[in-house]
């Protein structure tokens, strides 16, 4: 694998916040619960794009509609978010994978055993107070690694964005906070002017950021050639797990890959992938694994589907070469492998 092929180098934020930098979070987290911008008219799949007026850009969600998960999600950029606005609502699996393959923070409102290490001592050291059951959790997540209490940096850009949220919501009415077309219309661009007025801006923020692997030219051949057994269903599930802490001691998240006979449920390999140290995630093994098990038995699938947004992306491109005559079914449902995680969950 050639170096410009490799995942970028992680750099984590290890640098604790100041407990001034904590009572600002929390103070603008107290404010966010009482706005309840969840209860607001912009679905949970839809995202403000904000350009701000020095040039610096990120992208905002508000998730909660559905009344599980209240959280505001703050992304480097837009093509990351896409990822999550395109799992299909209560589907677990998949956004469990879509969380754990892009870099964002959130602040973020979980049960109070949810919460993450050493989040109840700053809660209660900030002097802040909140209503019962109202827990705030400034969550960090970058590919490849568990997720932790945001760095000092990391919350410096997250309060910044949350103010912009907070400003953005108090100035303007219930109409014009639901800014989209259709329910299908998915980002909203806002820019901010010098005397800090907002603009609906033109959409020129890219959707999607290609996955880059790089997969040996011998294994593509060999599954290039192999027939297409029309009764052959193949399913893929490629589920985030802990597998051990880095050297930094963050924990790693590495992927569980599991293929599945869709008409047997019957398991036909599996897999652990952990994360090379020092970068993101890199999606070739997990490739590899699906094309490997195509080899083991001597066909490709007729139909093919895939638990996880990154990889389905990838098998996407590789369906009008190597895997032509295989259909790819996106959005699958893949009944068995759910199954076989359910089972192994018990």
Same mark, same amino acid.
């Given at each position: 694998?050639?170096?410009? +092929?490799?995942?970028?180098?992680?750099?984590?934020?290890?640098?604790?916040?100041?407990?001034?930098?904590?009572?600002?979070?929390?103070?603008?987290?107290?404010?966010?619960?009482?706005?309840?911008?969840?209860?607001?008219?912009?679905?949970?799949?839809? *995202?403000?794009?904000?350009?701000?007026?020095?040039?610096?850009?990120?992208?905002?969600?508000?998730?909660?509609?559905?009344?599980?998960?209240?959280?505001?999600?703050?992304?480097?950029?837009?093509?990351?978010?896409?990822?999550?606005?395109?799992?299909? %609502?209560?589907?677990?699996?998949?956004?469990?994978?879509?969380?754990? !393959?892009?870099?964002?923070?959130?602040?973020?409102?979980? #049960?109070?055993?949810?919460?993450?290490? =050493?989040?109840?001592?700053?809660?209660?050291?900030?002097?802040?107070?909140? $209503?019962?059951?109202?827990?705030?959790?400034?969550?960090?997540?970058? %590919? =490849?690694?568990?997720?932790?209490? +945001?760095?000092?940096?990391? *919350?410096?850009?997250?309060?910044?964005?949350?103010?912009?949220?907070?400003?953005?919501? #108090?100035?303007?009415?219930?109409?014009?906070?639901?800014?989209?077309?259709?329910?299908?219309? *998915?980002?909203?661009?806002?820019?901010?002017?010098?005397?800090?007025?907002?603009?609906?801006?033109?959409?020129?923020?890219?959707?999607?950021?290609? /996955?880059?692997?790089?997969?040996?030219?011998? *294994?593509?051949?060999?599954?290039? /050639?192999? !027939?297409?057994? #029309?009764?052959?269903?193949?399913?893929?599930?490629?589920?985030?797990?802990?597998?051990?802490?880095?050297?930094?001691?963050?924990?790693? +998240?590495?992927?569980?890959?599991?293929?599945?006979?869709?008409?047997?449920?019957?398991?036909?390999?599996?897999?652990?992938?952990? $994360?090379?140290?020092?970068?993101?995630?890199?999606?070739?093994?997990? /490739?590899?694994?699906?094309?490997?098990?195509?080899?083991?038995?001597?066909? #490709? %699938? =007729?139909?093919?589907?895939?638990?996880?947004?990154?990889?389905?992306?990838?098998?996407?491109?590789?369906?009008?070469?190597?895997?032509? =005559?295989?259909?790819?079914? !996106?959005?699958?449902?893949?009944?068995?492998?759910?199954?076989?995680?359910?089972?192994?969950?018990?």
């Amino acid at each position: 694998m050639s170096e410009k +092929m490799l995942p970028k180098p992680v750099i984590l934020d290890e640098v604790k916040p100041s407990p001034e930098q904590l009572r600002e979070a929390y103070e603008l987290a107290l404010q966010l619960w009482e706005l309840a911008p969840w209860d607001m008219p912009m679905g949970e799949n839809q *995202l403000l794009a904000v350009e701000r007026a020095d040039g610096r850009t990120f992208a905002l969600s508000v998730m909660g509609e559905y009344g599980e998960h209240r959280a505001v999600g703050i992304y480097p950029r837009v093509s990351s978010y896409c990822q999550i606005a395109n799992v299909p %609502p209560f589907d677990d699996l998949r956004l469990r994978d879509a969380f754990f !393959s892009i870099r964002q923070t959130q602040f973020a409102f979980l #049960k109070a055993a949810d919460l993450l290490k =050493g989040e109840r001592a700053a809660i209660k050291a900030s002097g802040v107070k909140f $209503p019962r059951g109202v827990n705030p959790s400034l969550v960090s997540y970058v %590919p =490849g690694y568990a997720p932790e209490m +945001m760095g000092a940096g990391e *919350l410096a850009e997250a309060i910044d964005a949350i103010k912009v949220l907070l400003d953005f919501f #108090k100035t303007h009415s219930a109409e014009e906070i639901n800014l989209f077309d259709t329910e299908d219309d *998915l980002v909203s661009v806002w820019r901010e002017s010098p005397d800090r007025t907002w603009t609906l801006g033109e959409k020129g923020f890219p959707l999607w950021t290609p /996955v880059a692997v790089s997969l040996s030219q011998p *294994l593509l051949d060999q599954v290039a /050639v192999l !027939s297409v057994n #029309k009764d052959f269903n193949l399913e893929i599930g490629a589920i985030p797990v802990p597998c051990g802490n880095s050297d930094s001691g963050r924990g790693f +998240m590495g992927r569980f890959m599991v293929a599945v006979d869709g008409e047997t449920q019957f398991a036909l390999g599996t897999d652990l992938i952990p $994360p090379p140290d020092g970068r993101e995630f890199d999606w070739t093994p997990a /490739v590899e694994f699906v094309l490997r098990t195509m080899v083991k038995f001597g066909c #490709k %699938p =007729g139909k093919l589907g895939v638990i996880g947004n990154c990889l389905e992306t990838v098998l996407c491109d590789l369906s009008y070469t190597t895997l032509k =005559g295989t259909k790819l079914l !996106s959005y699958c449902e893949c009944n068995a492998v759910r199954d076989v995680f359910e089972f192994v969950a018990q």
